[in-house]
């Protein structure tokens, strides 16, 4: 009777739920992600996601929406999607279970100039984010993935090794000991996951669109695309690549003494190309 109790009681037991954001943009030419230093344990001074609790009677994405307002002032032209679920049972050390779920988000960098966070400022910042290669074989990778935040003096390096195993990536992280500071928790694993996300599919899925101004020049696309894939890329083959899913809007704006032809992008692009 007493095990039949205590599985009773678990059978109640609600475990709280969060949203974290990982927002990104690209500013003078560098992917940048928004980090929070936390001011209280558990991870007291340690970066962390911006996170949201999720009310009881509040969809998630909702939940995500009015995070981004209270946290960074951003309301509109945030594109968001859902990437994974933290549900460690320890992952917080709490005597509350608390599980976070994580969205990618991207926004141009004009819409930061309007909404930059101004509240908590010295517990809010941009840190420029990176990740490179090392070692690629047929059973996994091992990459370095890099967060800098020069006005601050913060350097944060990750050694990530992913192995690939019957039927999914398993993935080990530890921090490098050129580190000044690290990062809160589990978000690692996200950020990590988020990158991935933002690298392979910079171009083929349009997802970079979300970091541009809606009419945007050539060369303001490609900036952004090697920004987000962490080096230079060939002109020539990007334009060419990059034309099949653009509009022509016939206008032109001035760069440099130089008229430049304006471009958006196509939403029918990807539809077309998985269904041709």
Known sequence: MEKLGQTQCA?????AINVAMILMTVAQGSLKILLVRRTKDPCKGDWALPEGRVAMDEDMDDAVVRALRAQTHISRYAYFRQLYTLGNASRHGHDQRIMTTAYLSLTPQENLRKNSPEDNSEQMAWFDISKTIQDLSDGGRTSILTLSQEDRQIVMRYEIKD???HNYVETRSRKLGQSNSALAFDHIKVINMAMDQVQHRAASTGIMFNLLPQECTLREM??????MIGKKTDTGNFRRDI????NDTGRKKKVNGRMCELYTFNPMYTYLKENL
Not at 11 to 15: A, G, L, R, T
């Open 11 to 15: 059978s109640d037991y609600v475990p």
């Open 163 to 165: 192995k690939a195993m």
């Open 222 to 227: 490609q900036t952004t695309y090697e920004a």
């Open 243 to 246: 034309r099949k899913m653009l």
